[in-house]
């Protein structure tokens, strides 16, 4: 996972996989199949384990504000401390499959609703609990929310100005106010 993630599917050849992993070139086919297998086995492990870790994260965080407010922080703590300036596994994949790849923009497709659906729950909770005003298009909040988190990622890889990015953090969170 991390050196598909590191370099990308395309740039990532058999030798740099059977040289990473340790094992022959026989073993990889036997074990995974071939590059494309072992690749959608590594991006549903990054997938599922993002998940899991978001998710999680909210169940620590009741009060919601401040929570999207810490994971965009560690967002941008995580970029901004990557020496290889590696992002999201997921945009990166998206950036360099997309268009082309009919099954990874359904992967891709799945993700972003999967995600829009933990930020949805986790919204609906805060305004549930009076956190903030009601009424608000929640399904479109968790849209951009997502789309901004996905954004962090991108922009620090670029141009790693930590205020700026806080910055854009709270102008963002004010529409919870």
Not at 20 to 25: A, D, E, K, T, Y
Not at 26 to 41: P, W
Not at 42 to 61: C, L
């Amino acid at each position: 996972m991390q050196l598909f993630w590191k370099q990308g599917f395309s740039a990532t050849s058999i030798q740099d996989l059977v040289s990473h992993l340790g094992i022959n070139r026989a073993s990889l086919y036997d074990t995974y199949g071939d590059k494309e297998k072992l690749f959608l086995r590594a991006f549903e492990y990054y997938r599922q384990t993002n998940t899991k870790r978001i998710s999680q994260f909210f169940s620590r965080h009741s009060q919601v504000k401040e929570g999207f407010q810490r994971l965009f922080e560690l967002a941008i703590d995580e970029s901004l401390n990557d020496q290889d300036k590696k992002g999201c596994f997921v945009v990166n994949t998206t950036t360099e499959l997309i268009p082309g790849d009919a099954r990874i923009l359904k992967l891709l497709e799945e993700n972003r609703e999967l995600f829009e659906a933990i930020f949805l729950d986790y919204l609906q909770e805060g305004e549930t609990k009076g956190q903030f005003k009601p009424g608000m298009d929640l399904k479109a909040v968790a849209a951009l929310l997502f789309t901004h988190y996905n954004g962090l990622k991108v922009v620090s890889k670029v141009s790693p100005n930590r205020q700026q990015l806080q910055n854009s953090i709270k102008a963002l969170l004010r529409l919870l106010e």
